[in-house]
């Protein structure tokens, strides 16, 4: 499970979101936090697929490196809390660092739920500098279903 979710991180930094979704239950339940483009909680896998799309866009450059990983459970229910940080270049130079921590849950090897828990106030301001320097989507209303 350590190395699935390790992987599954890089695949965020590589862009590789089909290959992360096929990982996921049709019913999905992803969080978010805060009120931002970004911000908000989707319910199936289509509307994570819009989210990550949304996120390659407006961050294309984002860099996620997991610190810790614990596992709790069997098959039938495992959790799993991924410790991360971020980082990602912004357009004027300014430093982008953010960390936080995912409590996944996965029934039978899907993953149900996505609890993101990070710095939602560095997440909006970042998205402030992205939209001042021209990507709309960085102020856009969130993805929500």
């Not at 990602?88 to 739920?113: I, T």
Request: contains cysteine; aromatic residues 6%.
């Amino acid at each position: 499970m350590k190395r699935i979710a390790v992987r599954n991180f890089q695949r965020v930094t590589d862009h590789d979101y089909e290959a992360l979704l096929q990982d996921c239950a049709p019913d999905i339940h992803h969080r978010f936090g805060g009120s931002h483009a970004l911000g908000g909680e989707r319910h199936d896998r289509e509307a994570l697929s819009r989210w990550f799309e949304r996120l390659g866009r407006i961050s294309p450059t984002l860099r996620l490196t997991v610190e810790d990983v614990w596992v709790k459970g069997g098959p039938a229910r495992t959790t799993v809390i991924i410790r991360w940080s971020a980082t990602q270049q912004m357009p004027d130079d300014s430093p982008y660092v953010n960390h936080g921590v995912h409590v996944v849950v996965m029934r039978w090897g899907k993953v149900v739920s996505i609890d993101a828990n990070e710095d939602s106030q560095a997440v909006d301001a970042a998205l402030r500098v992205l939209a001042a320097h021209g990507v709309e989507e960085a102020l856009a209303a969130p993805i929500v279903s």
